[in-house]
């Protein structure tokens, strides 16, 4: 079965360092991966999805992810963080019609 | 503006009675889902509909129902038979099922059960 799993539940930063955070997943095909940033008491947003091809994708707002196969991973980076990046992070691979979601990684921003 | 419209934003219910939220989009979308979202658990898909008249259950349909009447509308009611359901609610669309079509979350309902 497939499986997301983001091993970071809080990550705290100082506003201008660089992020990373982390997503493994479980899928015996090539996956369709996603991140979505959710704001507190607000729906999800896509920021960036990887498919096939380059294993660097860029999103939205700064953000790139990197696909790597041997490693079942597709971690979330930006290179210097913003105060109004402080959210809710989650990692989601799709299936036959369905997204299956990571538990989420909290990210704090200290100025 | 085009969009996904959930109300009410928070809802409080006593055990033992059905509630129902709900969902409009004027996206034009085929495809609407609802999530339950619980702190620490990511999301989880209760029901999705690809067209009108229809849908699926997702991995915790059970004690929700769904309705799929209108292709701007997908209500969630939560019956009592669902044994936890104080959650956060969320309801997405998408053009379609296929990968290639981005989900668009509303604001997500907020229920309380006491």
């Known amino acids: 079965a497939q499986s997301v799993t983001q091993p970071d539940i809080h990550i705290t930063v100082s506003e201008g360092a660089s992020l990373e955070l982390r997503c493994n997943y479980s899928?015996?095909?090539?996956?369709?991966l996603f991140w979505y940033v959710q704001s507190p008491g607000q729906g999800l947003q896509l920021l960036l999805k990887y498919f096939s091809g380059d294993t660097l994708v860029q999103g939205i707002k700064g953000f790139e992810a990197e696909f790597k196969r041997s490693q079942s991973s597709f971690n979330l980076r930006k290179p210097s963080v913003h105060w109004s990046d402080a959210a809710e992070y989650f990692c989601?691979?799709?299936?036959?019609?369905?997204?299956?979601f990571g538990s989420g990684t909290k990210l704090n921003v200290k100025p | 503006d085009g969009g996904i419209t959930q109300s009410p934003k928070y809802l409080f219910r006593k055990e033992g009675q059905n509630v129902t939220l709900s969902c409009e989009q004027n996206l034009n979308h085929d495809a609407m889902y609802w999530y339950r979202q619980d702190p620490g658990q990511g999301l989880r898909l209760i029901y999705y509909?690809?067209?009108?008249?229809?849908?699926q259950k997702g991995d915790i349909a059970e004690g929700y129902s769904v309705s799929r009447e209108k292709k701007e509308s997908f209500p969630l009611t939560v019956t009592s038979a669902q044994k936890n359901p104080t959650a956060f609610y969320l309801c997405?669309?998408?053009?379609?099922?296929?990968?290639?079509?981005?989900?668009?979350f509303g604001p997500g309902t907020r229920l309380t059960v006491t």
């Open positions: 989601a691979v799709y299936n036959f019609n369905k997204f299956y």
């Open positions: 899928y015996g095909a090539t996956p369709y």
């Open positions: 997405a669309s998408s053009m379609g099922t296929s990968v290639s079509w981005e989900q668009y």
């Open positions: 509909s690809q067209i009108v008249n229809d849908f």
